[in-house]
Each structure stands twice: as C-alpha cells, then as structure tokens.
Nanobody, 116 residues
C-alpha cells in the first residue's frame, strides 16, 4: 500500500521558516508529479506548489510565490517544501500529493501554525 508521510510542521512566528518533508513508500516515486496542498479551517483545499517528474518544472500558487520552494530527491523518495517569510494566513494543514496518469495519493497532512 502506498504511503506518503509528511513531517516538519509546527508552530512558528511571523516571518519565520519551516521545511516540510514528504517521504513516499511503495511507489515509483521518480515517475510521479508531486505537489503540496493546504487547507485552512473553513476553506477549500488549495494548491501550494507542484514539481514534475524529474524536477524539470515547478509551479506555485500566487499567494506563496517568492516565499516557498518545492524540491525533490528521487533517491530518497522525498519531496520538500521550504517555506520562508511565513504569514498567519499560511496557517493550515499541509498535504502531500502524488500524481501519475490513472493514479493519485494523499498524505495524512501536517499542521503549520504561524503566530503573529
């Protein structure tokens, strides 16, 4: 059974940084497009960042451009999200997502809370 396990969330002050990790198991990680989504209380889940198979291309939500960076290490089957200049509106549960034609998987989420 495929597993995506997020880690690295926590409580951080305004302007601080966090790095999220998502470790994958039991899938051919290098073939998957990997993404981070987030969902704040009372809001819809939104796309934060995406990195394609091979890492050739990345894409970011408008609200995080210039502050967040997505990267991947295929040897470790891990995708990362470096989050800088964090704001209270970044507070949410962050989910890892793996996508390949005909298949997709979600992690269980990790909480990020930014205090002002």
């Amino acid at each position: 059974q495929v597993e995506l396990v997020e880690s690295g969330g926590g409580l951080v002050q305004l302007g601080g940084s966090l790095r999220l990790s998502c470790a994958a198991s039991r899938l051919t990680f290098s073939r998957y497009t990997m993404s981070w989504y987030r969902q704040a209380p009372g809001k819809e889940r939104e796309l934060v960042a995406t990195i394609t198979s091979g890492g050739d291309s990345t894409n970011y939500g408008d609200s995080v451009k210039g502050r967040f960076t997505i990267s991947r290490d295929d040897a470790k089957k891990t995708v990362y999200l470096q989050m800088n200049s964090l704001k209270p509106e970044d507070t949410a549960v962050y989910y890892c997502h793996a996508r390949f034609p005909g298949f997709f998987y979600w992690g269980q989420g990790t909480q990020v809370t930014v205090s002002s």
